[in-house]
């Protein structure tokens, strides 16, 4: 098994690779890009709301029960097409709802850390994580569109580090099985 990850050292490279260019992705990633996004989303909601709708049809013909799958594949359709039709208003209204679930989340785990009878070694990290959340939370409700622009940038330096890592470890890894192996270069075995 420590043999074959050794060989397999260019699949890290790659990974870094991807990783790389992800991140330089997300860093160019901008408020219009998201928007757009959410009109693709909402073009592949509409198109499942449209099989559920036609699968709800076909229960209708055939006498079975769709009355669920009929208020779903039209509830489907509304959401897609309010997404492709108000895209700012669909990507402000989904960040404001991940903005109060964050608050209340963070409140959540600060109930617990106050709850906490034990010494616990982690109870900073569980403020630390609680306080930013809560932190997190208001940022996306009082400014959506900045908020996530942020994150995703700092997403995107984490992935361009990540990568670098990954690239970095795969060499390191090609280097450990030449030696390992007991294989020296030909340049070296013409030396001796």
Not at 15 to 42: C, R, S
Not at 48 to 68: E, P, Q, S, T, Y
Not at 125 to 144: A, E, R, S, Y
């Amino acid at each position: 098994m420590e043999q074959k990850s050794k060989k397999n050292w260019w699949f890290l490279l790659i990974n870094g690779l991807i990783a790389i260019l992800f991140g330089i992705f997300l860093l160019f990633f901008d408020t219009d890009m998201i928007k757009a996004l959410m009109v693709y989303i909402g073009i592949g909601v509409a198109v499942v709301g449209v099989f559920l709708l036609l699968a709800a049809i076909r229960n209708i013909k055939a006498d079975k029960h769709a009355g669920m799958l009929l208020f779903e594949s039209i509830l489907t359709l509304v959401i897609g097409l309010i997404l492709v039709l108000f895209p700012s208003f669909s990507l402000k209204f989904f960040l404001i709802i991940i903005g109060v679930w964050a608050v209340i989340l963070g409140i959540v785990q600060l109930a617990i850390l106050i709850n906490i009878k034990e010494k616990i070694a982690s109870k900073n990290i569980l403020l630390f994580n609680g306080l930013l959340t809560i932190v997190l939370g208001v940022m996306l409700f009082f400014d959506p569109i900045t908020t996530i622009g942020f994150l995703l940038k700092i997403l995107g330096a984490f992935a361009i580090i990540f990568g670098i890592l990954m690239i970095y470890f795969g060499f390191v890894l090609k280097t450990i099985k030449v030696v390992i192996e007991g294989t020296l270069p030909d340049s070296e075995k013409k030396e001796e």
